[in-house]
């Protein structure tokens, strides 16, 4: 079996990494906002935002690390619509995130048209290089796989343990959690919720800014109208199939990266089957997990609620006079 | 004696309703002083003034002599004051420890294992038993409890507010609670004790002050000369007569019949587990049991709104399995709603319109689909005077009338039809001492017409009052049927938690 022996490359995984990485980095923000009880939907656009800025932010300045703030910014300030919308006016989260994703396309679109022009051709801006750890890229298998990556499989890395840390090991990290199962506890508790709302969806902007950076700076260095394609919602597909823990939760993506990295591989082999069906393979294997291997998950148990201040006491209803049978 | 908490002319308002009217109110170091008075009556409200939940319209607040400004929790916490919120402010997906923990520590660095050894030196010290390390959604209210008081004692309150702190216990849990409170006393500590029941503030309080629209109306130094009648009258501010009267009947067959029923939840985890129950006519069933032990599915597969998953329900000698909930009506039922609004009314609706929600389809109120409207008019006044359903007009929304108001619109409507069973869940909750007393005239008149009535509530007392027959539920099974003459408060409470006794089950056998 030619396929199988795919999986014993070291080729295979290193680029399954790769190709995990921009999920992972959208996956482990998504996870900051939903245990602060905001249901992130928005995670898609945030990233096209991410790449389109980095993008951007790289070939102005020539310089891929701007590029990778500049990413953050960009994403981020989609980011503080989502806040203020689904924080403050307390609109409902999932039109909030499907209404920031289609302006993503449009904003971004739009961008990219006024300032590169409709022709095809491509302007490349400066993007990562892998780097090698020396010594450890040489050990055999591992080496090339995990110390072969480019910076930003690093972060996602450092950024892994440093959630995981945060959410179970500090009390910030408690009151996050807090404020994602039970706001009006946290808030009788004398902690400022919608601070820590807000400051959540921003994180979570900030690392879908990273990850957005992934799909531009990372070898391909130039944008196309709507790179991430879907990439946002198998994030979140890999959130909850990971059970909203960070561990879980790259372990997901890991099987989407590899998924990915599987069929670029039979595209190769030239097989007598049309591309289109191994392009849909990501989002298969994303379909099938939730659907078989899921079982019933509980999230947060205050994700997409808003905080509101005083609900302990429901409004008075007003008197008003109907007017059916037996009106006048 | 300087007070430790001294309110001062507090008043606030929502909109045009105030809730507070200058109320005055003083708390002094290690007593109990509990506020009492209905539903609407304004306690909770004073007591979010003083927890900083609401700020006040007018007013102040004193602590140790001190005028405090309490703007938020945090300052309420910072002044040592404490309250545990009759909803329960914990997150079962916690534990104990990081329950308790929250929103205290500065640090960023959270060292569990250290907090939970602090929780159990705090646990010992006030006596108050549970693991730190337990997951909360695993604990029993009472436990849960228990971690609410000693949340807000570990922040180091000396003033501990309980919002209606019993309605979720059983009357052993009740007692223990108490047990907990005489000690925390002898600490100093000092507690502000709200419930509507009569009987517990009797036997904790130091003092009692009586709220009454949002005015205090009486405040009663010395107990001794109390009794429930007297709290009772000022509570409502005329005199009234606590108690039934209720005259030996013998019942007659066989009205419902529930035989191994089983009710599953949409997991379809099984919820009601093999119950056995019978009612007969003219006779009152109360089933008493703490709130969430399977009352609603039980209800809800009795009168054929959730599909049964094994057993039978036989109502009137007709097997009612799989049968629509209109069949039911039908066969006999009547069914007074868990919950009123949702189940009971609709609220948009007219008075009027709700009057006939059961009936509408029926002669004379519609002819060939078409409604009557002389006829409905007609009895909708003669249901509104026979019941004493206060309401400005007919045409009023029903959501605008009181509760009391509109659980009379619900009852008087069920009760016309002449039921041959009463299907009474949780009747007189929420409700204020006039309405409960039409209520239960209601039912008791209903069972000397020969209704048969299953009588539920989490009110032990109203159960007592009632029943013939006290059935209990726990955990979705019945743990025994007790005639009234055995029917002691801690005969049932035992059978409440789930402590089966050898008598109370030798009797469930007859």
Same mark, same amino acid.
């Given at each position: 079996?030619?396929?199988?022996?795919?999986?014993?490359?070291?080729?295979?995984?290193?680029?399954?990494?790769?190709?995990?990485?921009?999920?992972?980095?959208?996956?482990?923000?998504?996870?900051?906002?939903?245990?602060?009880?905001?249901?992130?939907?928005?995670?898609?656009?945030?990233?096209?935002?991410?790449?389109?800025?980095?993008?951007?932010?790289?070939?102005?300045?020539?310089?891929?690390?701007?590029?990778?703030?500049?990413?953050?910014?960009?994403?981020?300030?989609?980011?503080?619509?989502?806040?203020?919308?689904?924080?403050?006016?307390?609109?409902?989260?999932?039109?909030?995130?499907?209404?920031?994703?289609?302006?993503?396309?449009?904003?971004?679109?739009?961008?990219?048209?006024?300032?590169?022009?409709?022709?095809?051709?491509?302007?490349?801006?400066?993007?990562?290089?892998?780097?090698?750890?020396?010594?450890?890229?040489?050990?055999?298998?591992?080496?090339?796989?995990?110390?072969?990556?480019?910076?930003?499989? #690093? =972060? %996602?890395?450092? $950024?892994?343990?440093?959630?995981? *840390?945060?959410?179970?090991? @500090?009390?910030?990290?408690?009151? !996050?959690?807090?404020?994602?199962?039970?706001?009006?506890?946290?808030?009788?508790?004398?902690?400022?919720?919608?601070?820590?709302?807000?400051?959540?969806?921003?994180?979570?902007?900030?690392?879908?800014?990273?990850?957005?950076?992934?799909?531009?700076?990372?070898?391909?260095?130039?944008?196309?109208?709507?790179?991430?394609?879907?990439?946002? #919602? =198998? %994030?979140?597909? $890999?959130?909850?199939?990971?059970? *909203?823990?960070?561990?879980? @939760?790259?372990?997901?993506?890991? !099987?989407?990266?590899?998924?990915?990295?599987?069929?670029?591989?039979?595209?190769?082999?030239?097989?007598?089957?049309?591309?289109?069906?191994?392009?849909?393979?990501?989002?298969?294997?994303?379909?099938?997990?939730?659907?078989?291997?899921?079982?019933?998950?509980?999230?947060?148990?205050?994700?997409?609620?808003?905080?509101?201040?005083?609900?302990?006491?429901?409004?008075?209803?007003?008197?008003?006079?109907?007017?059916?049978?037996?009106?006048? | 004696?300087?007070?430790?908490?001294?309110?001062?002319?507090?008043?606030?308002?929502?909109?045009?309703?105030?809730?507070?009217?200058?109320?005055?109110?003083?708390?002094?170091?290690?007593?109990?002083?509990?506020?009492?008075?209905?539903?609407?009556?304004?306690?909770?409200?004073?007591?979010?003034?003083?927890?900083?939940?609401?700020?006040?319209?007018?007013?102040?607040?004193?602590?140790?002599?001190?005028?405090?400004?309490?703007?938020?929790?945090?300052?309420?916490?910072?002044?040592?004051?404490?309250?545990?919120?009759?909803?329960?402010?914990?997150?079962?997906?916690?534990?104990?420890?990081?329950?308790?923990?929250?929103?205290?520590?500065?640090?960023?660095?959270?060292?569990?294992?250290?907090?939970?050894?602090?929780?159990?030196?705090?646990?010992?010290?006030?006596?108050?038993?549970?693991?730190?390390?337990?997951?909360?959604?695993?604990?029993?209210?009472?436990?849960?409890?228990?971690?609410?008081?000693?949340?807000?004692?570990?922040?180091?309150?000396?003033?501990?507010?309980?919002?209606?702190?019993?309605?979720?216990?059983?009357?052993?849990?009740?007692?223990?609670?108490?047990?907990?409170?005489?000690?925390?006393?002898?600490?100093?500590?000092?507690?502000?004790?709200?419930?509507?029941?009569?009987?517990?503030?009797?036997?904790?309080?130091?003092?009692?002050?009586?709220?009454?629209?949002?005015?205090?109306?009486?405040?009663?130094?010395?107990?001794?000369?109390?009794?429930?009648?007297?709290?009772?009258?000022?509570?409502?501010?005329?005199?009234?007569?606590?108690?039934?009267?209720?005259?030996?009947?013998?019942?007659?067959?066989?009205?419902?019949?529930?035989?191994?029923?089983?009710?599953?939840?949409?997991?379809?985890?099984?919820?009601?587990?093999?119950?056995?129950?019978?009612?007969?006519?003219?006779?009152?069933?109360?089933?008493?049991?703490?709130?969430?032990?399977?009352?609603?599915?039980?209800?809800?597969?009795?009168?054929?709104?959730?599909?049964?998953?094994?057993?039978?329900?036989?109502?009137?000698?007709?097997?009612?399995?799989?049968?629509?909930?209109?069949?039911?009506?039908?066969?006999?039922?009547?069914?007074?709603?868990?919950?009123?609004?949702?189940?009971?009314?609709?609220?948009?609706?007219?008075?009027?319109?709700?009057?006939?929600?059961?009936?509408?389809?029926?002669?004379?109120?519609?002819?060939?689909?078409?409604?009557?409207?002389?006829?409905?008019?007609?009895?909708?006044?003669?249901?509104?005077?026979?019941?004493?359903?206060?309401?400005?007009?007919?045409?009023?929304?029903?959501?605008?009338?009181?509760?009391?108001?509109?659980?009379?619109?619900?009852?008087?409507?069920?009760?016309?039809?002449?039921?041959?069973?009463?299907?009474?869940?949780?009747?007189?909750?929420?409700?204020?001492?006039?309405?409960?007393?039409?209520?239960?005239?209601?039912?008791?008149?209903?069972?000397?017409?020969?209704?048969?009535?299953?009588?539920?509530?989490?009110?032990?007392?109203?159960?007592?009052?009632?029943?013939?027959?006290?059935?209990?539920?726990?955990?979705?099974?019945?743990?025994?049927?007790?005639?009234?003459?055995?029917?002691?408060?801690?005969?049932?409470?035992?059978?409440?938690?789930?402590?089966?006794?050898?008598?109370?089950?030798?009797?469930?056998?007859?």
């Amino acid at each position: 079996m030619e396929v199988l022996k795919i999986f014993l490359t070291p080729d295979f995984w290193s680029s399954a990494i790769r190709l995990m990485t921009p999920l992972m980095l959208a996956a482990l923000g998504g996870i900051i906002c939903e245990r602060a009880g905001i249901l992130n939907m928005a995670l898609e656009g945030q990233i096209l935002m991410g790449a389109f800025f980095a993008y951007l932010g790289s070939y102005l300045t020539q310089n891929v690390w701007l590029g990778l703030v500049i990413a953050m910014i960009g994403s981020m300030s989609l980011a503080v619509i989502h806040a203020f919308m689904s924080i403050n006016v307390k609109v409902n989260q999932v039109v909030v995130a499907l209404g920031l994703n289609t302006l993503a396309i449009g904003i971004t679109s739009t961008i990219f048209r006024f300032m590169f022009g409709t022709d095809s051709q491509m302007a490349n801006c400066p993007g990562f290089k892998a780097i090698h750890i020396p010594g450890l890229s040489d050990i055999p298998f591992i080496g090339p796989v995990l110390f072969g990556q480019y910076p930003l499989t #690093y =972060i %996602a890395l450092l $950024a892994l343990f440093g959630i995981s *840390w945060f959410l179970f090991h @500090t009390s910030r990290g408690l009151e !996050l959690r807090a404020a994602g199962e039970n706001p009006q506890a946290l808030d009788v508790a004398g902690v400022d919720v919608i601070r820590i709302r807000w400051l959540a969806v921003l994180v979570t902007g900030a690392f879908c800014g990273l990850a957005g950076a992934c799909l531009t700076l990372n070898g391909l260095n130039t944008f196309y109208d709507n790179i991430s394609s879907g990439r946002g #919602y =198998i %994030a979140y597909a $890999a959130i909850v199939f990971g059970k *909203w823990n960070p561990m879980g @939760t790259t372990l997901a993506t890991l !099987l989407f990266g590899a998924g990915d990295a599987l069929q670029l591989r039979m595209q190769a082999m030239n097989f007598n089957i049309p591309y289109y069906f191994y392009l849909m393979m990501p989002y298969l294997i994303t379909f099938l997990a939730l659907v078989f291997f899921m079982g019933p998950s509980k999230g947060p148990a205050a994700s997409n609620v808003p905080f509101v201040k005083d609900k302990a006491r429901s409004s008075k209803r007003r008197p008003k006079q109907t007017s059916g049978i037996g009106g006048k | 004696m300087t007070p430790v908490l001294s309110v001062r002319n507090i008043t606030k308002r929502f909109g045009t309703n105030t809730a507070n009217d200058h109320v005055t109110f003083d708390l002094y170091p290690g007593e109990v002083h509990s506020l009492l008075g209905e539903n609407g009556a304004g306690k909770s409200t004073l007591m979010n003034v003083i927890y900083g939940v609401y700020g006040a319209d007018e007013g102040e607040i004193f602590v140790n002599g001190k005028r405090a400004e309490i703007a938020s929790p945090k300052e309420a916490i910072g002044l040592g004051i404490g309250m545990v919120h009759q909803h329960f402010m914990l997150i079962p997906a916690f534990t104990v420890a990081e329950n308790i923990v929250l929103g205290m520590k500065k640090e960023l660095r959270l060292d569990m294992k250290q907090v939970e050894a602090q929780i159990l030196e705090a646990s010992q010290k006030y006596d108050l038993h549970v693991d730190p390390h337990a997951l909360v959604s695993t604990l029993s209210v009472g436990e849960q409890q228990r971690v609410e008081i000693l949340k807000v004692l570990f922040r180091g309150a000396k003033i501990l507010i309980l919002d209606e702190p019993t309605a979720v216990l059983t009357p052993q849990e009740t007692e223990e609670l108490f047990k907990i409170l005489r000690n925390l006393k002898k600490d100093g500590v000092s507690v502000i004790f709200i419930s509507h029941k009569l009987n517990e503030v009797l036997s904790i309080s130091d003092r009692v002050s009586i709220l009454r629209r949002g005015k205090i109306t009486n405040c009663f130094d010395d107990l001794s000369q109390c009794d429930p009648q007297v709290l009772a009258s000022a509570m409502v501010g005329y005199q009234v007569r606590l108690g039934v009267d209720k005259a030996e009947q013998e019942p007659g067959e066989t009205v419902l019949e529930v035989r191994d029923l089983r009710v599953d939840d949409e997991r379809k985890r099984p919820i009601i587990k093999d119950f056995n129950l019978s009612v007969r006519a003219g006779e009152i069933v109360g089933l008493a049991g703490v709130d969430g032990n399977g009352q609603s599915e039980l209800i809800k597969g009795i009168a054929g709104l959730m599909p049964l998953s094994g057993g039978k329900v036989v109502l009137c000698g007709q097997e009612m399995n799989g049968k629509p909930p209109r069949a039911f009506i039908d066969a006999g039922l009547g069914h007074i709603p868990e919950d009123r609004h949702r189940q009971g009314l609709v609220l948009s609706m007219s008075v009027l319109e709700n009057l006939f929600l059961e009936t509408i389809q029926d002669k004379p109120y519609s002819k060939a689909h078409v409604l009557q409207k002389k006829a409905i008019t007609e009895k909708a006044k003669e249901l509104v005077e026979f019941n004493d359903i206060r309401t400005a007009s007919l045409d009023l929304e029903a959501g605008a009338l009181s509760g009391g108001n509109q659980q009379k619109i619900i009852v008087g409507r069920i009760l016309d039809q002449e039921p041959k069973l009463l299907i009474a869940a949780h009747p007189t909750r929420g409700l204020d001492i006039g309405a409960t007393e039409f209520v239960h005239r209601c039912i008791l008149k209903a069972r000397e017409r020969g209704c048969a009535v299953l009588l539920v509530s989490t009110e032990l007392d109203e159960i007592l009052a009632l029943s013939d027959r006290v059935a209990v539920i726990y955990e979705g099974e019945c743990m025994g049927v007790v005639p009234q003459a055995q029917a002691t408060k801690n005969a049932i409470g035992l059978l409440m938690a789930g402590v089966k006794n050898k008598e109370a089950s030798g009797t469930a056998a007859s």
